[in-house]
């Protein structure tokens, strides 16, 4: 039986969903609502099914089973709410909410009404992330030093309520909680705003429970696209290239065949081979909606939990309280 599934906001990333929805087997795309008339009628037609405006109307008469809310983040919560007082599976793009107040109230309803919430940070689904995410389990890297990210690129129009911190800099926040499996126990951040009241440009510099030492390059002000991430550890270095889904490691020829005792003293490196791994290449987008309707049939659990929207959230707000306060700042979470 075919899941029931419907899209508020057809903005540059909704429009994406809904597409990827009407794709997948087993999904029945039942409506997409947008405030915009023309937008939600263009994605309809394209998607072959109905155009809403009022999302309430959507949920009444379509009843889908799921929704994903695409909205601008001002309105997750209040979208959120509603469905999940009807009962419907929510996937929400990132950031989670507005504030970390709102992202509690979300995540404690989806709770009390025993549904899913999954929260749409979709580079953990990129297919080079995920081959990186299995060297690192199977300790290809040893003991992690630094992490190092970069996301910089053109001033998207799309993004006018917030600046780098929650747009962008949430990705690498994410990530870097998700590879390493350890917590944020220090931020210090500077940013800049160059031609927009929201900072365009952020540096940070992030310390984990376990002392890795992380990096953070966040831009709207640069011509061209970079997604990377370096990680540096005992035995080299993987690079990743989101966009290319490419991922190579670097291997510290001087720490192979050494223990990991003999490592602890050891004051240098030396360059090894290079490799670059074999990944077979899929849209992102496309292998996180199949893991939020997994969750829903109960198949497995939510892939990027409320809570790791709120933590993400939370540790871009430390970024910029640094940044107006000029000092390191240690991030309350919960």
Partial sequence: MSLKVAVIGVGSMGRNHARVYRELPDVELVGVADLKPAEAEAVARRAG?????????????Q????????TPTVQHLPIALEAIQRGIHVLVEKPIASDTHQARCMIEAAERAGVCLMVGHVERFNPALVALKEHLAAGQLGRLYQVDARRQGPYPMRVKDVGVAIDLAVHELDIIRYLSQAEVARVYAEVSSRVSSHEEMLSGLVRLSDDTVGTLTISWLTPTKIRELYM???????RLDYLTQ????????????VAWETLRVFRGVSEGQMIRYAVKKREP????????????????????SGLDGLRAL????ALLQSAREHRAIVPELD
């Fill in 246 to 257: 490419d991922l190579y490691f670097y291997e510290n020829a001087t720490a192979e065949g």
């Fill in 232 to 238: 540096t550890g005992e035995r080299g270095m993987f």
């Fill in 314 to 317: 939370q540790l871009a707000q």
């Fill in 49 to 61: 099914t109905q155009a809403y405006t009022d999302y309430r109307r959507l949920m009444d008469e």
């Fill in 63 to 70: 009843r889908p089973q799921a929704i994903t809310i695409a």
């Fill in 285 to 304: 987008l496309q292998v996180e909606l199949e893991a939020f309707l997994a969750a829903v049939r109960g198949e497995a659990p939510a892939a990027v």
